[in-house]
């Protein structure tokens, strides 16, 4: 991870070394989701970008073969019936109905047709002459608008998709540039903090520590002498109390006289 991302401005508690942490692990957990979540989307939209292609290759075909089967009807007609076709039909009978397919929490919209087989407004169209061909002009233009269906289903979920890719892709470079060199970066910066606190404090408990030594040593030395000068005293008040002793039995200080 790169250092340039620079770093929070926070004031380094432990407390916060424990919101940084838990901020950090989030980030990687988001990472992570975002990534499989890219990965699946991807995948995905590789599989509709190859169905696009299929999908554009048919549709290219079958409008080949719906235009030579109009050209067919024309010429079986005797002209143009796309004002009969038009005056006869009142519904329709090529409808579309959706749905939504959920990939990885992305809704992909889906087109799909269907044919209500009881309208069939324009049967008498070609009775007189090209009935077969507008038949099979109508089935090969019903098989062209369900390609047409199919493809619109796949070109609208191609757009969604490059759109919600570039934004977890987007994210995702953010989470692993960004946040998480940052909060790397916040990390070491509590920890180096702390760690310089630590020692700190350390230096200052050694140093008190060691001015009470030697208080201790100078409180003991101090008491010692104490001792041992009034030891001295002891010894020499004896001296004196036996030397006054010593006269007194030799008779060097007459007794006062008693009285009877």
């Keep these: 991870m790169s250092s340039g991302a620079g770093r929070e401005q926070v004031f380094p508690t432990r407390q916060v070394l424990g919101q940084m942490n838990s901020k950090l692990k989030g980030a990687q957990t ?9 990965e699946a989307l991807t995948k995905r939209f590789r599989e509709i970008l190859k169905r696009i292609d299929e999908a554009k290759r048919k549709m290219g075909r079958v409008m080949q073969i719906a235009a030579f089967s109009l ?9 143009d019936v796309g004002y009969q076709v038009q005056e006869s039909v009142k519904n329709a009978r090529f409808r579309i109905r959706t749905k939504q397919e959920n990939v990885s929490g992305v809704f992909l919209p889906q087109f799909e047709s269907y044919t209500k087989e009881d309208i069939n407004d324009f049967q008498l169209t070609g009775l007189g002459k090209g009935g077969q061909q507008v038949k099979r002009c109508r089935e090969t233009y019903a098989r062209a608008v369900e390609t047409l269906v199919e493809l619109a289903s796949l070109q609208t979920a191609f757009v969604i998709l490059d759109e919600t890719i570039k934004v977890v892709n987007r994210r995702v470079n953010a989470i692993e540039h960004v946040i998480i060199p940052r909060t790397e970066n916040t990390i070491k910066y509590i920890n180096s903090e702390l760690d310089e606190l630590d020692r700190e404090e350390f230096y200052r408990l050694k140093k008190v520590s060691n001015k009470k030594q030697r208080d201790q040593a100078a409180s003991d030395k101090e008491m010692k002498a104490k001792r041992q000068q009034e030891q001295q005293n002891g010894v020499k008040k004896n001296d004196d109390e036996d030397e006054e002793e010593a006269k007194d039995v030799l008779g060097e200080h007459e007794d006062d006289d008693v009285i009877f």
């Design 30 to 38: 988001g990472h992570s989701l975002l990534k499989r979540k890219s």
């Design 71 to 79: 050209a067919e009807v024309t010429y079986a007609a005797g002209g």
